[in-house]
């Protein structure tokens, strides 16, 4: 039997082989462009500001945008949740007048701040948590289940007092005054600092918690949610009772920035939160966005009324105009980036 052998090649085992490139391809997920969109606009409007207008720079001027909006934060906080569930609150705005009304008129009476504050604040929460019984088990549509709440609200708040009533109470008018000085010239009031708590609860809750999870999850399809053993009826009515809440609480740090209740306070903010909301990149069909996308949209506003402020010689309708153009680009935007599907994300 003849043994044959396998000639093996000669490998030249201290030659150089064959060079591989690696390439990292950093791709950017659909559900991030329109955040990083606002944020893009941000810092293009603010290096506007700086480069037209001396003393733009300065950073009062980015701390007074938080101060002027603290309440529009907190409102368009509880404005988020309802959105991200596919629904949509109008009687913010109505809930911040009755608030600073209620409780303008019961401290002037001479009624403790410690039973005025937690009786607003469930006022406004028990409202919210009616209007999301209404929507989830009677079936009505969110605009016309808030429409009513809208309605309801502000006409109370004109049966109480159609005029401005001032308040004097010595626990308003310090949190008023109150002021977290960084150096001279330079600090926040106490209340961005109640705004900013509430913006870090919320985003905690929508980020790590179970409820967080079924806010996204009814948004992008209640009707799957429901299927896979959620809470949808819990959930949907406890986010409108969110709202209703954040809404008190906007009116209370409302009325520490007046120090005043007044009627018509708070109109047309429920348009101002929701234009917020959507420039934020949140997805107004539901069950897409990030808290942090709008406290930039909040930002955003805010910047536009404070160029116009340092510009001098425009109208303050000009910021309407220029908040309607850029809410039609965002709008297009989410359609064309996100189409008709929603993309579930974090908070």
């Known amino acids: 039997m003849t043994e044959t052998t396998r ?25 991030h462009v329109p955040v990083l969109a606002t944020l893009s606009l941000l810092a293009f409007m603010y290096g506007l500001g700086v480069v037209n207008y001396d003393g733009f720079d300065h950073p009062q001027v980015v701390l007074n945008i938080f101060v002027d909006n603290a309440f529009l934060l907190v409102v368009a906080v509880g404005m988020t949740f309802v959105i991200l569930t596919g629904g949509i609150d109008l009687s913010v705005g109505a809930v911040v007048a009755l608030t600073t009304t209620l409780g303008a008129t019961l401290l002037q009476a001479g009624w403790p701040a410690g039973v005025v504050l937690p009786l607003l604040l469930v006022l406004g929460t028990g409202l919210g948590l009616s209007m999301g019984a209404v929507i989830h088990y009677f079936k009505v549509e969110p605009f016309i289940a808030t429409l009513a709440g809208m309605f309801l609200a502000r006409g109370l708040a004109l049966l109480i007092d159609r005029n401005s009533i001032p308040i004097d109470n010595g626990f308003w008018v310090s949190i008023a005054q109150q002021r977290i000085r960084f150096d001279r010239g330079v600090f926040i009031s106490s209340s961005v600092i109640l705004a900013l708590v509430v913006v870090l609860i919320a985003a905690i809750v929508l980020t790590w918690t179970r409820f967080g999870r079924c806010v996204y999850a009814i948004g992008g399809n209640s009707d799957s949610a429901l299927l896979m053993g959620l809470p949808v009826a819990r959930t949907r009515i406890a986010v409108y009772g969110i709202s209703g809440f954040c809404a008190s609480l906007g009116g209370v740090i409302y009325s520490f920035y007046t120090l005043s209740g007044y009627s018509l306070h708070g109109n047309g903010l429920e348009l101002d939160a929701i234009a917020a909301v959507v420039i934020g990149g949140v997805l107004l069909a539901g069950g897409s966005g990030y808290l942090f996308g709008t406290v930039l949209g909040v930002l955003v506003l805010g910047l536009i009324q404070t160029i116009i402020t340092f510009q001098g010689d425009l109208s303050s309708w000009w910021t309407r105009i220029v908040v309607g153009v850029l809410l039609f680009a965002f709008i297009v935007l989410q359609r064309v980036v996100t189409g008709k599907s929603a993309v579930r994300s974090g908070g």
């Open 7 to 31: 000639a093996e090649p000669d490998v030249d085992l201290s030659a150089p082989g064959p060079t591989v490139t690696s390439r990292r391809t950093v791709q950017i997920s659909r559900r």
